[in-house]
């Protein structure tokens, strides 16, 4: 009979092992997906806005198939809402249209997370021989103390990783205003030179003006950046040059 007992206590922990394992991942995704999501609360312009919003949203995506493996049905229920909310930033106009959704989204996520850490607390094995129950009593007390202590340190390390990665975004948002004020002076400077040229030629020219279309240096690259720029100069020269030919006539 005890030899039973603990194949079934055996067998039992097992599988409650398993979906702890699934609540575990879960909860990994649903804490990036609420750092995320407090980060495009926090934003200051739509464009970091739906950024943000947008990596919260892929990390609840990824937070479903783990989350029914998990059996937590409040936790999933919570994340499909807040799906539903962030899909509908990427096509709204204004800052405060964006920042309603995400608002309503960054609510639903922090309960998502406290949902799933019930569940995972939920999960521990407690089959125990009645001899044997308050030893294991405090062995579990003692496990789930320890549980707690993985999920605080976890969320800290979600949130250092992700100071790490807005510091490094910072840097490049810096790198490339910094090229961009490097190109518009350079270009300053040649409208300036092009135009003394034509007028010391005395022809009946255009004055020359900077042609530069907005860029959003959020979405583009350094290369994107130098590129768009080292067009523009070639359009300015192509101008200058153009007028030149008039001058000519």
Known sequence: MKYFYFLLVLVTTL?????????DEANSYLVNAYSHVKDAYESNNISHL????????????LSKKTL??????????LSNKSIDLLAKVEDTETYEDGRFFVKRARDLSKESVIEIDKCA???????????ESSELSDLQNEQLALKKQQEALKLKAAEI????????EKALLLEKEQLIVSYKTAIASNIKSYNEALAVCDCNHVALKEVDAPID??????????????????TLASNYLSQLKLCEK
């Not at 029914?68 to 229920?77: I, Q, S, Y």
């Not at 607390?121 to 001899?131: H, L, R």
């Open 161 to 168: 990783k992700n100071k790490l990665a807005q510091q490094e």
């Open 50 to 61: 739906k950024y943000y919003a947008n990596r919260s949203l892929e990390a609840f995506k």
């Open 15 to 23: 599988n409650l092992n398993a979906q702890t394992a699934d609540c």
């Open 68 to 77: 029914k493996d998990c059996g937590c049905e409040t936790a999933l229920k």
């Open 217 to 234: 240096i959020s979405t583009k690259n350094i290369e994107a950046i130098k590129s768009h720029y080292i067009n523009n100069l070639k």
């Open 121 to 131: 607390y939920s999960n521990t094995p407690t089959v125990v021989e009645a001899d």
